[in-house]
């Protein structure tokens, strides 16, 4: 197609003009033979990209970072930070690149960012590369995420390279093209604190207040509001990820964002059945990004940011301490409220009227966590199922219960309370990309059918409103999916 298709967006070089002691200007590797295999229409719709464009073989070299869009500075992004709890002082793109930054149709500055598109100077022993299975999982997950609402990287498509790539054997390449509303990390903030540059540190923490939150830039300390947003954001996140059981598996502080929004989906899993110590990563022998770990991670990981800005926040780090502990010190209260109206509202009862059945809804919800715990009962499958039950229609939902008495007793205290079955269907999500669903749509794409991933993605982009045709996607596992491990190193 056209060169005229394409010039309707400008790639803007933002964020590697302002911070570019952070941004290594940088090529992607040549890809042999580029295949599109999804293409996010609507998203590139939205970024004013011509769809028809995308899927010429001029698109398609740019979404592998092979044709650079004129005007475009692609750049690798440097960062730091813990993993697993150790500090790694530079960690950075080792096998992406920013594109630029494109304005949507909404006025939204928004990043374009290639993973999987070869070696940088971050790349340290690694191959620069990406295949494609992992990358059509983020693609599938980080979907199903934006459409229950949820913060999140979008996913704008994923090109087969051509190129065999060595993991434990030869898998076919694949480059993910992403869209973010930012790729500031935790870690950039460590990254920046530890070059000891206070200017940089400080332009980093200006190009994160205009990005995202521009009224901090009001308040009396602009640095000290930059944080309390952040701590807000991640509390607000984090508190949606248990309410749909999602378990990030690698909440490393380089893959937790400044935005607020859920970044690198690696070894990524929803629960089936409820399970507070639920694990999906190979690597997470510990459990130390488990489910019910999460708010307690989260937590720490906005610890070290605030190390990181503590010269922002008072030229005498001494004194910026107590003001930075007070705001981390809001993080629980803000996550615990969250939660809980979040639970309130899945069990179809209203929060914060300040009536008397606030007492009685908060006491139910607690006890639909025992009768979870007592379980195994699917997570998801259970709420859903709830809803009909405030419909009137109980068997569903009771025949997932063992212990029935303490649970009808426990349904008559609910329906007292008058639940309202359209918020819940509202919040509760009939369709999730479940793990088996995923492996079935990734081992179909491997072998080349993309049917299997375009129908979980017509089924979890729409997942709150329960269609003819797509019932076995409600579905809990077989029996025989047996406990279910993802693999990092991807
Ligand atoms: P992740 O665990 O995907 O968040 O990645 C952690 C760090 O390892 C980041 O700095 C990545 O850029 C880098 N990395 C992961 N996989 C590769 C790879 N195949 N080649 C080069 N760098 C990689
Ligand atoms: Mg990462």
């Known amino acids: 197609m056209t060169a005229a298709a394409e010039s309707t967006v400008t790639f803007g070089g933002l964020f590697a003009r302002e911070l570019a002691e952070l941004a290594v200007p940088w090529q992607a590797e040549e890809a042999p033979s580029p295949a599109l295999l999804v293409l996010n229409d609507k998203l590139a719709m939205d970024l004013g990209l011509d769809p028809q464009y995308l899927r010429s073989p001029e698109g398609v070299r740019l979404l592998v970072g092979n044709h650079v869009p004129a005007g475009a500075t692609p750049v690798a992004q440097a960062y730091a930070g813990h993993q697993f709890g150790g500090y790694s002082p530079l960690l950075g793109d080792g096998r992406a690149l920013l594109l630029g930054e494109v304005t949507d149709h909404n006025g939204r500055l928004l990043d374009v960012h290639l993973k999987g598109s070869g070696r940088t100077p971050f790349a340290r022993a690694g191959d620069g590369r990406a295949v494609v299975g992992p990358m059509l999982r983020e693609y599938i997950v980080s979907e199903a995420m934006h459409s229950l609402h949820i913060p999140t990287t979008r996913s704008l498509a994923v090109v087969a390279t051509g190129r065999q790539v060595r ?253 309202d079955p359209e918020l819940m269907d509202s919040v509760n999500p009939a369709y999730i990309p479940r793990n088996n669903l995923v492996e079935e749509a990734l081992s179909a794409a491997t072998g080349g059918d993309m049917g299997p991933l375009q129908q979980l993605l017509e089924a979890v982009t729409d997942p709150f409103s329960e269609r003819p045709g797509l019932e076995r996607y409600m579905q809990g596992p077989p029996e025989d999916f047996g406990s279910y491990m993802t693999f990092c190193g991807t």
Not at 244 to 259: A, E, L, R, Y
Request: charged share 20%.
């Open 167 to 419: 993991r434990d054997d030869m898998l076919p390449g694949a480059v993910l093209a992403r869209v973010a509303s930012s790729h500031l990390r935790v870690g950039s903030f460590q990254y920046a604190r530890a070059t000891e540059n206070a200017d940089l540190l400080k332009r980093l923490a200006d190009h994160a207040i205009s990005r995202h939150y521009p009224r901090a830039a009001d308040a009396a300390n602009p640095y000290l509001a930059l944080f309390g947003s952040v701590v807000s954001a991640q509390a607000e996140l984090v508190a949606r990820w248990m309410l749909v059981g999602f378990v990030h598996g690698v909440m490393n502080t380089d893959n937790m964002t400044i935005s607020g929004e859920t970044i690198d989906y690696g070894p990524c899993a929803f629960m089936d059945a409820f399970n507070p110590e639920a694990v999906y990563s190979s690597i997470d022998v510990g459990g130390r990004y488990a489910y019910a770990n999460q708010p307690v991670l989260a937590e720490w990981n906005l610890a070290r940011l605030a190390e990181a800005m503590l010269p922002l926040i008072d030229e005498d780090q001494e004194k910026a301490v107590a003001p930075a502990v007070e705001v981390l010190r809001g993080f629980r209260g803000q996550y615990s409220r969250a939660w809980t109206s979040g639970m309130t509202a899945k069990l179809g009862l209203k929060s914060g009227g300040g009536t008397g059945d606030e007492a009685a809804a908060s006491s139910l919800v607690d006890d639909a966590i025992g009768i979870l715990k007592d379980g195994p009962v699917d997570y998801t499958l259970f709420f859903r199922n709830l809803g009909k039950a405030a419909r009137g229609e109980l068997r569903p939902v009771r025949a997932m219960v063992l212990d029935l008495a303490a649970f009808d007793a426990w349904l008559e205290r609910w329906q007292a309370l008058q639940p």
